[in-house]
């Protein structure tokens, strides 16, 4: 049962079904179907896998022999935890775009994309990587660009202009890499081994960091970020919040950092400075917004700073809050864009001055919303908390002053999101929140599910932590021993 | 040699078949011609090649690749003609004779093994498609485009014929083999006018496969054709051009490498951002695909500039996928024109809601011309990138890279417009050989896209 290509591949195969299903209830269906079997898929390599260092439920094909490319996938406890949360959130994005009309072609998009993010995250071969990388950006392209708001067509050529633009550096630094290898291969242990001088560690760190950079984003980075999340259509932002920039992330803790360490050792510095800019820099813009989508794209931009500045301190505790943040901010932010797409629904307008008092008709949702707030702003007993708690600490073991910026993002954070949340849900009601309905069945589920998470990992983050711990710890120690 | 003679003799036969009125033999018959054509190539598919007729032909696996490849794209060419030229002519014949003989120009093109036979198959494939430029005789734009194609072609030509001479002068052979022991045996001391050769036959041939500073022809060309014709402008006989190219430079000149590669390299630099940049501004769709095959044959002069031995395996790949991508494109564009009357971009609007699968497939096509994974194009530029690398040329591949990005722009415009801009349109009604022509190229494309092992290493 823990076959890792069928796990890959029957998101593809209901993608292909999908898309000739042109009703919209089957298509809901057989949507949700496809990724919950996906889930309970995912199920036996949770149980199955042994918490230590090594790459498990390997699998390996010849793929372009003559090119020495291998479809070479595994799962360590690095990508176990985001493979979970692919497959985790997929089910609740699909519920959540129920309320509305969408055919099979949408939901195609998105098993399609869900193969491609799994490819990113299991993938042992750079070229593999790359392949999953680009997949994961056609579905959302076309998904942002098809079903999004009025300036769709401008923001995602951007967005994907910027983002194809960065994986073709990242392109040219594998195949330069690739070149190098004595075998001949593109296999990531390969990578792992080569011994390339200071210069040129120096250009391959930047060719793969733009790519990273771009996706996550980290300032300056960022730009096309906040135009895309908020045309985009929910269940887009979901996925583009919720997981793709998570395949930054990913991808400077498994490529970037272990493949050119004198290159990291060079720019991390940079690089995390950087990641604590976007964090002040996001925060303060966030508290300008009115348009609540946009705050929220502006306050994942300071939360991705954060769990990149933890990355790039290149600890034991950074890692492993950055594992644990990314789950995290996932869930979050999913939690965070389904209600305010409730609220715009409802309300017919996405500017916080015409909401308010929703909670006295809707207290349910007021409840549930408030959990998920508490969430995101780092709320002890909550998941936020951990991972902040975490990310901070590694950061504060890099450099005093960093810790203290980047730890503005807990107290601007909880600035701006407590004002969204008073002008959303408190306060008078005018004449269209007085009559706002609460929350239906479908909208309950998704939620209920987010808040036990957004509660149950606050509580007792050990087991999530305790997958990652082991193959976090080597990985630092591999890269510190080449850099003293 | 067999499967030359059978093709120059099909279209002979296909001369008399109009003669004696037989239109509705014309396509079965050269369809069948050219499978014939197909299997002799197969029985010839042979590692120990030795140049025939006095080392005039070499049929190898680079030969016969490549003409495999020039055949089943004319093959597809010749399915998308049923109905086009009948409308507006009563010589068809004459049309399917014509694309036959410069098919065979082309198969003689990619298998020379002597200056004369390339100077001779390059002149059998031009000359007929001066006279397929132009087969719209009361067309303006057709007329146009011959007159142009021919003068600019001819003096393309008298480049060419003044660099074999000049090769001769130097090595004193024609043979592609003599010239290499020539230029292998005395590194240092090569005369001066090989020298003058080597860069005058740059000239000629670029003129042919269209690159910059050389390509002035090739937009008002490519447009003013009938659509069918660029077609097979853009796909067979820029395959045949880069493949001779190719194994010239691969076979003789590799020595000399120090000399001609600068002269390359900045050629496909400037191919590439002309081609990309003029083609951004393009508003009509036939128009850009000129310039985007301007910028093609910018990536395509890589294979050359690397002259190792993964190039011959680059460029059929690249060529394979950039001919499949343009066959889906133009086939597209021929149905959209004749019910719109229009090549422009907004003749696509809408296109998606009524024809949902001949939008999928020109998405696709451009997918693949834009070079993203899963397609033929990325495997061609992957393969493109990776052997101009393996000579340490990264600030070239960091420059076609951003090319590749302007280039999402243009390709992209066309998906806008068929998927994100609404419009009330007619169906249109895709006859059965058009969707055979398309779903033929596009499984190809992603067959290549996905798993490329079936033909990297072929050659």
Same mark, same amino acid.
């Given at each position: 049962?823990?076959?890792?290509?069928?796990?890959?591949?029957?998101?593809?195969?209901?993608?292909?079904?999908?898309? &000739?299903?042109?009703?919209?209830?089957?298509?809901?269906?057989?949507?949700?179907?496809?990724?919950?079997?996906?889930?309970?898929l995912?199920?036996?390599?949770?149980?199955?896998?042994?918490?230590?260092?090594?790459?498990?439920?390997?699998?390996?094909?010849?793929?372009?022999?003559?090119?020495?490319?291998?479809?070479?996938?595994?799962?360590?406890?690095?990508?176990?935890?985001?493979?979970?949360?692919?497959?985790?959130?997929?089910?609740?994005?699909?519920?959540?775009?129920?309320?509305?009309?969408?055919?099979?072609?949408? /939901?195609?998009?998105?098993?399609?994309?869900?193969?491609?993010?799994l490819?990113?995250?299991?993938?042992?071969?750079? &070229?593999?990587?790359?392949?999953?990388?680009?997949?994961?950006?056609?579905?959302?392209?076309?998904?942002?660009?098809? *079903?999004?708001?009025?300036?769709?067509?401008?923001?995602?050529? @951007?967005?994907?202009v910027?983002?194809?633009?960065?994986?073709?550096?990242?392109?040219?630094?594998?195949?330069?890499?690739?070149?190098?290898?004595p075998?001949?291969?593109?296999?990531?242990?390969? &990578? $792992?081994?080569?011994?390339?001088?200071?210069?040129?560690q120096?250009?391959?760190?930047?060719?793969?960091?733009?790519?990273?950079?771009?996706?996550?984003?980290i300032?300056?980075?960022?730009?096309?970020?906040?135009?895309?999340?908020?045309?985009?259509?929910?269940?887009?932002?979901?996925?583009?919040?919720?997981?793709?920039?998570?395949?930054?992330?990913?991808g400077?803790?498994?490529?970037?950092?272990?493949?050119?360490?004198?290159?990291?050792?060079?720019?991390?510095?940079?690089?995390?400075?950087?990641?604590?800019?976007?964090?002040?820099?996001?925060?303060?813009?966030?508290?300008?917004?009115?348009?609540?989508?946009?705050?929220?794209?502006?306050?994942?931009?300071?939360?991705?700073?954060?769990?990149?500045?933890?990355?790039?301190?290149?600890?034991?505790?950074?890692?492993?809050?950055?594992?644990?943040?990314?789950i995290?901010?996932?869930?979050?932010?999913?939690?965070?864009?389904?209600?305010?797409?409730?609220?715009?629904?409802?309300?017919?307008?996405?500017?916080?001055?015409?909401?308010?008092?929703?909670?006295?008709?809707?207290?349910?949702?007021?409840?549930?919303?408030?959990?998920?707030?508490?969430?995101?702003?780092?709320l002890?007993?909550?998941?936020?908390?951990?991972?902040?708690?975490?990310?901070?600490?590694?950061?504060?073991?890099?450099?005093?002053?960093?810790?203290?910026?980047?730890?503005?993002?807990?107290?601007?954070?909880?600035?701006?999101?407590?004002?969204?949340?008073?002008?959303?849900?408190?306060?008078?009601?005018?004449?269209?929140?007085?009559?706002?309905?609460?929350?239906?069945?479908?909208? *309950?589920?998704?939620?209920?599910?987010?808040?036990?998470?957004?509660?149950?990992?606050?509580?007792?983050?050990?087991?999530?932590?305790?997958?990652?711990?082991?193959?976090?710890t080597?990985?630092?120690?591999?890269?510190?021993?080449?850099?003293n | 040699?067999?499967?030359?003679?059978?093709?120059?003799?099909?279209?002979?036969?296909?001369?008399?078949?109009?003669?004696? @009125?037989?239109?509705?033999a014309?396509?079965?018959?050269?369809?069948?011609?050219?499978?014939?054509?197909?299997?002799?190539?197969?029985?010839?598919?042979?590692?120990?090649?030795?140049?025939?007729?006095?080392?005039?032909?070499?049929?190898?696996?680079?030969?016969?690749a490549?003409?495999?490849?020039?055949?089943?794209?004319?093959?597809?060419?010749?399915?998308?003609? @049923?109905?086009?030229?009948?409308?507006?002519?009563?010589?068809?014949?004459?049309?399917?004779?014509?694309i036959?003989?410069?098919?065979?120009?082309?198969?003689?093109?990619?298998?020379?093994?002597?200056?004369?036979?390339?100077?001779?198959?390059?002149?059998?494939?031009?000359?007929?498609? $001066?006279?397929?430029?132009?087969?719209?005789?009361?067309?303006?734009?057709?007329?146009?485009?011959?007159?142009?194609?021919?003068?600019?072609?001819?003096?393309?030509?008298?480049?060419?014929?003044?660099?074999?001479?000049?090769? /001769?002068?130097?090595?004193?052979?024609?043979?592609?083999?003599?010239?290499?022991?020539?230029?292998v045996?005395?590194?240092?001391?090569?005369?001066?006018?090989?020298?003058?050769?080597?860069?005058?036959?740059?000239?000629?041939?670029?003129? @042919?496969?269209?690159?910059?500073?050389?390509?002035?022809?090739?937009?008002?060309?490519?447009?003013?054709?009938?659509?069918?014709?660029?077609?097979?402008?853009?796909?067979?006989?820029?395959?045949?051009a880069?493949?001779?190219f190719?194994?010239?430079?691969?076979?003789?000149?590799?020595?000399?490498?120090?000399?001609?590669?600068?002269?390359?390299?900045?050629?496909?630099?400037?191919?590439?951002?002309?081609?990309?940049?003029?083609?951004?501004?393009?508003?009509?769709?036939?128009?850009?695909l000129?310039?985007?095959?301007?910028?093609?044959?910018? /990536?395509?002069?890589?294979?050359?500039?690397?002259?190792?031995?993964?190039?011959?395996?680059?460029?059929?790949?690249?060529?394979?996928?950039?001919?499949?991508a343009?066959?889906?494109?133009?086939?597209?564009?021929?149905?959209?024109?004749?019910?719109?009357?229009?090549?422009?971009?907004?003749?696509?609007?809408?296109?998606?809601?009524?024809n949902?699968?001949?939008?999928?497939?020109?998405?696709?096509?451009?997918?693949?011309?834009?070079?993203?994974?899963?397609?033929?194009?990325?495997?061609?530029?992957?393969?493109?990138?990776?052997?101009?690398?393996?000579?340490?040329?990264?600030?070239?591949?960091?420059?076609?890279?951003?090319?590749?990005?302007?280039?999402?722009?243009y390709?992209?415009?066309?998906?806008?417009?068929?998927?994100?801009?609404?419009?009330?349109?007619?169906?249109?009604?895709?006859?059965?050989?058009?969707?055979?022509?398309?779903?033929?190229?596009?499984?190809?494309?992603?067959?290549?896209?996905? $798993?490329?092992? *079936?033909?990297?290493?072929?050659?």
């Amino acid at each position: 049962m823990d076959n890792l290509f069928i796990l890959l591949l029957l998101p593809v195969l209901g993608a292909i079904v999908l898309a &000739f299903v042109n009703q919209v209830k089957s298509a809901r269906q057989f949507a949700l179907a496809v990724s919950l079997v996906s889930l309970g898929l995912t199920i036996p390599f949770l149980l199955n896998f042994v918490p230590d260092a090594s790459i498990q439920f390997e699998q390996q094909f010849a793929w372009i022999p003559a090119l020495g490319i291998h479809f070479h996938i595994g799962i360590d406890g690095i990508s176990l935890p985001l493979v979970l949360l692919t497959n985790g959130l997929i089910p609740l994005i699909i519920l959540s775009a129920f309320s509305y009309d969408y055919k099979g072609g949408f /939901y195609a998009l998105i098993l399609f994309m869900q193969a491609g993010l799994l490819l990113v995250f299991t993938a042992l071969d750079a &070229f593999a990587f790359y392949v999953g990388w680009e997949i994961a950006l056609i579905p959302i392209y076309f998904i942002c660009a098809l *079903w999004g708001g009025e300036n769709r067509i401008r923001v995602n050529l @951007k967005f994907f202009v910027y983002t194809f633009l960065g994986s073709l550096l990242m392109l040219i630094a594998i195949i330069y890499l690739h070149l190098q290898v004595p075998s001949g291969d593109y296999e990531l242990t390969s &990578f $792992y081994q080569l011994t390339l001088d200071s210069g040129t560690q120096r250009w391959v760190f930047w060719a793969f960091f733009l790519a990273f950079a771009i996706k996550m984003p980290i300032f300056p980075f960022h730009t096309w970020q906040p135009d895309t999340y908020t045309e985009a259509p929910t269940a887009g932002t979901m996925l583009l919040a919720g997981i793709m920039l998570k395949m930054g992330v990913y991808g400077v803790i498994r490529w970037l950092i272990p493949i050119a360490p004198l290159g990291f050792a060079a720019y991390g510095q940079l690089a995390l400075i950087l990641c604590v800019i976007g964090v002040v820099y996001a925060s303060i813009i966030a508290f300008k917004q009115q348009d609540v989508k946009r705050l929220v794209a502006y306050s994942s931009i300071a939360h991705v700073g954060l769990i990149g500045a933890g990355v790039f301190a290149w600890n034991v505790q950074g890692l492993q809050g950055a594992m644990i943040q990314m789950i995290n901010h996932g869930i979050s932010v999913v939690g965070l864009f389904f209600v305010l797409d409730i609220v715009a629904r409802r309300l017919g307008t996405r500017e916080m001055q015409a909401m308010g008092g929703i909670a006295k008709t809707a207290p349910v949702l007021a409840i549930v919303f408030l959990v998920i707030v508490m969430g995101a702003v780092g709320l002890p007993l909550t998941n936020g908390f951990v991972g902040e708690f975490l990310l901070l600490m590694g950061v504060y073991h890099y450099g005093i002053w960093y810790a203290v910026f980047g730890g503005l993002t807990l107290i601007l954070g909880a600035v701006y999101m407590l004002r969204m949340y008073q002008k959303v849900m408190l306060g008078d009601s005018n004449a269209q929140t007085s009559n706002f309905l609460d929350i239906n069945r479908t909208e *309950w589920l998704v939620l209920t599910v987010i808040v036990v998470l957004v509660i149950g990992i606050g509580i007792y983050p050990k087991p999530l932590l305790h997958i990652s711990e082991a193959a976090v710890t080597e990985l630092v120690e591999k890269v510190n021993l080449i850099n003293n | 040699m067999s499967a030359i003679i059978t093709l120059s003799l099909l279209a002979i036969l296909v001369l008399y078949l109009g003669l004696f @009125k037989a239109r509705r033999a014309l396509l079965p018959v050269s369809l069948l011609g050219l499978v014939s054509t197909l299997v002799l190539y197969g029985i010839q598919w042979d590692g120990q090649a030795v140049p025939l007729y006095s080392g005039m032909v070499l049929f190898d696996h680079y030969a016969v690749a490549f003409s495999v490849l020039c055949v089943l794209i004319t093959a597809l060419v010749l399915l998308l003609s @049923k109905n086009y030229f009948d409308a507006g002519s009563t010589h068809v014949a004459e049309y399917y004779a014509l694309i036959l003989f410069s098919l065979t120009g082309a198969l003689l093109v990619v298998s020379f093994h002597n200056l004369a036979m390339l100077f001779i198959g390059i002149e059998i494939m031009s000359v007929a498609l $001066y006279i397929l430029a132009g087969i719209r005789k009361k067309d303006f734009a057709s007329n146009e485009a011959a007159l142009k194609y021919f003068l600019m072609g001819a003096f393309s030509t008298g480049f060419l014929l003044f660099g074999i001479a000049l090769l /001769y002068g130097a090595s004193g052979s024609f043979d592609l083999a003599a010239i290499k022991d020539y230029v292998v045996s005395n590194p240092h001391t090569v005369s001066p006018l090989l020298y003058g050769g080597i860069l005058l036959l740059i000239v000629g041939l670029a003129f @042919k496969v269209g690159a910059a500073p050389f390509h002035f022809w090739t937009p008002d060309v490519y447009d003013g054709a009938p659509i069918l014709i660029t077609t097979f402008m853009s796909t067979v006989v820029k395959t045949a051009a880069f493949a001779g190219f190719l194994r010239l430079f691969y076979s003789c000149f590799v020595p000399l490498q120090d000399f001609w590669i600068p002269v390359l390299l900045i050629m496909a630099v400037v191919t590439l951002f002309i081609g990309n940049i003029t083609a951004l501004i393009q508003q009509s769709f036939k128009r850009m695909l000129a310039y985007s095959s301007i910028s093609h044959a910018g /990536y395509m002069l890589f294979a050359i500039i690397a002259a190792g031995p993964s190039s011959a395996e680059a460029v059929l790949v690249y060529v394979g996928a950039y001919s499949l991508a343009s066959v889906v494109a133009f086939g597209v564009l021929i149905l959209v024109k004749r019910t719109t009357g229009s090549d422009h971009f907004e003749a696509f609007n809408g296109l998606a809601k009524k024809n949902p699968y001949l939008s999928l497939a020109l998405a696709i096509a451009m997918l693949s011309l834009a070079g993203i994974p899963l397609t033929a194009g990325f495997i061609g530029k992957f393969m493109m990138f990776s052997s101009v690398l393996a000579d340490y040329h990264v600030l070239l591949v960091v420059l076609a890279v951003v090319n590749a990005a302007i280039g999402i722009f243009y390709y992209f415009r066309v998906i806008v417009a068929m998927y994100f801009k609404p419009l009330d349109r007619d169906q249109i009604v895709v006859n059965g050989y058009y969707k055979t022509v398309l779903t033929v190229a596009i499984l190809v494309t992603l067959l290549l896209g996905v $798993y490329p092992a *079936w033909i990297t290493g072929l050659i």
